[in-house]
DNA sequence: ATGAGGATTATGCTATAGCAAATAGCGAAT
DNA sequence: ATTCGCTATTTGCTATAGCATAATCCTCAT
């Protein structure tokens, strides 16, 4: 339940900002599971809003790719497809990798410390998901050292629908993928001294392939399960 | 004026999307210069619709960054500004760079036809409108090419400030731009030749070299225009 | 003339209502 | 029992109305 501005002050944020964020929250975290469908009229009742708002948080939900619709206007949850991984990886990596060379070059040292601090971090004894979170906050602090704010709002829409796929599969993949886990650190590793050394052309090349590679080694765990 | 669906037999284009196409003309042709505002009853009045289809194209329209809002909550058409240029023309020289490398390794024999025809027809009796509306068309083949559908969204999204600026400033810009406009020329055969080769990294690295370029040409000439 | 302050207007955001297409439900005919 | 056809319901899209805040205008004192 959104709670209802009773005196807003200055500008707050909108109700339909605050329902983008919810049911992006829930879709991502997969309380709202693939494929389920939605109306306007049942999320604007369940939120205590009115359909209004709710269509405005759809669109952008729409826009990253975390709802569809069907060709009969009908609204469902996406379905996470390979495909569409597929497609989003790839560009991906292609703006995170100028991510990287732009941190490289316009980082202060404040950001990189910040950055290598949160690649220090990383432990052993992490859960699946505390290490899937941290290593979600090293990319974000990465992106964000580029000092580049459409880039960073761009990455965000092309991510959103990487992870709403991973963390909706966490605990099968993440057994079996423990070993390619060690292997992610270190090119994380690997990254952070390019963006210290300050070569942006060996960060850019190393995130890149990074990101093409977890995704082509959370797929092989996924197939491993599936097969197994 | 957008005609109203009268008999609307099955499912047609929305009025939100109408209203979307007919702005983001207006505003891209300059008929609605930067800076000036926008609200959402006169767009309506306008139009011939009601404010909710406005509100729907408004929104995507911030998303590509064609309109702004002011803190106090005003809708202004976009100022060119260059330092947007910049964060965008890095963005869409890494998107572009993606799109080329993926359509040397997936374009069809067809697909690579029509790019060599398109860059084939270039002749120096083009007007500079005509050029740019060659040029665009050729990216455009060039982005269909790699066969990744949100690519290619996601790079139209990227370049519709571009547009906006450029065409805004042709008649000032393209006086002295002539020459550099040729060495693009030579760049665009550079790459469809890479293509041809299926040489994806190749095209890969002279595509954003171009739109780096490119970007840098177009500011020096408005530069040179600025100060004469 | 000018500036301050309150009243009026304008406007973005939200709520509600209505329409048309699509879907579901149901009964009759075969 | 199954299928066809009609009706009722659901639902996305659009229109209209109301609210709260920001902008504007007007008055009046200095």
Request: no cysteine; proline share 14%.
């Given at each position: 339940m959104i709670a209802r501005p009773?005196?807003?002050?200055?500008?707050?944020?909108?109700l339909a900002d605050q329902a983008y964020r919810a049911l992006r929250e829930e879709i991502i975290s997969g309380?709202?599971?693939?494929g389920e469908r939605l109306t306007e009229r049942h999320l604007a009742t369940r939120l205590g809003v009115s359909p209004t708002p709710i269509r405005e948080a759809l669109q952008r939900l729409e826009h990253e790719h975390l709802i569809q619709r069907t060709d009969t206007r009908r609204i469902l949850?996406?379905?996470?497809s390979v495909h569409r991984l597929y497609e989003l990886t790839v560009i991906e990596a292609g703006l995170r990798g100028v991510s990287a060379r732009l941190a490289a070059e316009n980082a202060s040292e404040r950001e990189l410390a910040a950055i290598e601090a949160t690649y220090a971090g990383?432990?052993?004894?992490?859960t699946p998901e505390e290490a899937l979170a941290e290593a979600r906050k090293l990319h974000e602090l990465i992106d964000h050292a580029s000092h580049n704010e459409t880039l960073i709002a761009m990455i965000a829409t092309a991510t959103a629908f990487d992870w709403q796929f991973r963390l909706g599969t966490i605990p099968e993949v993440f057994g079996e993928g423990r070993k390619t886990a060690r292997a992610r650190h270190r090119e994380h590793g690997k990254i952070v001294a390019a963006l210290i050394a300050r070569d942006g052309q060996a960060a850019e090349k190393l995130m890149r392939e990074h990101i093409l590679g977890a995704t082509e080694g959370f797929l092989h765990a996924r197939a491993d399960r599936d097969t197994s």
């Open positions: 009773q005196q807003v002050l200055s500008t707050g944020p909108t309380k709202l599971k693939p949850v996406a379905e996470p990383f432990t052993d004894t992490m």
